[in-house]
């Protein structure tokens, strides 16, 4: 088959890594692949057996939450070139694709992977980020004046009537989101993520970065990349981790955090040694696994994070909260708490 995988940003996150590792199996099962996204930095390569084109962005504007007319010109040039069976899509928002790309299901098969709550809400992740407020149609939004809010929904509700995409999800909790928004009468597939089992394995590791003492309790944190200046670490719970580090620390004194991510500015005395690794290869991260006793993940919001699965399938013990899609795969008291 002819694959066009597409997704707004080839570093942004888990919903990148995803379409870049679809993207390699298929290839490696015969299919033709272009991989396309957007970025400052236009180019058209070939890697790991399929073709990557990143579509110059060269700014951003509130309008192209909805259309970027340009980009999408472009994108359909490329369709044009490739006269794909099926285009797979993945992160369209950051301004980038976004809705309107999602009618070139018109004339391309076309199936949507939702990764986070951008086709029901306005923002990728809402704030509070506990809102539930797109159950009960978006009334009283705390973030977007009133207008704006039903001028949204309205849109997205249009778009999603006109096309004829087919949508998936990884997890049960976002397909039932999506479900009681009412902003679609499409249903949604569950396809759970998985991780490269051959990368992430439980194999010991001899490689303890940032401490050679085996009787260091080493802690696990994956703060992110920075975009825009802003860390995705606040979003993952790091103000909850840090209250937990200072009673954890009246306990014990043999703890180590491992930060790995764009590290954060530490507030004055703080609990714990830190190594800050900044970002580290994803090829690379199953050394970290390795090297932690546990993997953390207290976020505040989430749908089926690949840290989880890579830790769990490293063998390393995982401690998250109870948020979107994870209490899906970690199982209190039987694979993690």
């Known amino acids: 088959m002819r694959i066009c995988v597409l997704t707004a940003d080839m570093n942004h996150g888990g919903a990148s890594l ?73 992160n369209i928002n950051l301004q980038t694709f976004s809705l309107g790309s999602l009618f070139l299901s018109r004339q391309y098969p ?61 997890s049960q909790w976002l397909a039932g989101v999506f479900r009681e928004s009412s902003l679609s009468s499409k249903a949604a597939h569950i396809i759970p993520n998985g991780v490269d089992t051959s990368r992430f394995t439980p194999e010991a590791s001899s490689c303890r970065p940032g401490t050679a003492d ?13 975009l825009d200046g802003r860390s995705p670490a606040q979003r993952k719970g790091w103000d909850y981790l840090v209250e937990s580090l200072k009673i954890l620390a009246k306990k014990r004194k043999d703890l180590h955090l491992l930060y790995t991510g764009d590290p954060l500015n530490l507030p004055g005395r703080f609990p714990v040694r830190v190594t800050f690794t900044g970002m580290i290869d994803h090829e690379q991260m199953h050394r970290y696994y ?48």
């Open 214 to 226: 085996s009787k260091v309790k080493t802690i696990l944190f994956c703060g992110g990349r920075r």
């Open 18 to 90: 995803l379409a870049l590792d679809l993207s390699r199996g298929l290839a490696r099962r015969g299919h033709e692949v272009a991989f396309v996204c957007s970025g400052h930095r236009p180019q058209a390569s070939r890697q790991d057996g399929f073709d990557v084109r990143v579509l110059d962005l060269p700014s951003h504007h509130p309008m192209f939450h909805y259309l970027n007319a340009s980009l999408i010109l472009r994108f359909r040039r490329v369709l044009a070139q490739m006269n794909p069976d099926i285009i797979h899509v993945h």
């Open 110 to 170: 076309m199936a949507w992977t939702l990764h986070d709550l951008w086709a029901v809400c306005m923002a990728g992740w809402p704030d509070p980020h506990d809102c539930r407020k797109m159950i009960q149609k978006c009334r009283g939004c705390t973030r977007w004046p009133k207008a704006l809010v039903k001028a949204n929904r309205l849109l997205k509700r249009s778009v999603y009537s006109l096309s004829g995409f087919t949508v998936v999800t990884p």
């Open 290 to 337: 390795h090297a932690a006793d546990v993997f953390v993940l207290p976020t505040l919001a989430d749908n089926s994070p690949l840290t989880v699965l890579e830790a769990m399938a490293c063998k390393t013990p995982v401690v998250a909260t109870t948020v979107g899609g994870i209490p899906e795969i970690v199982q209190h008291g039987h694979t993690g708490l």
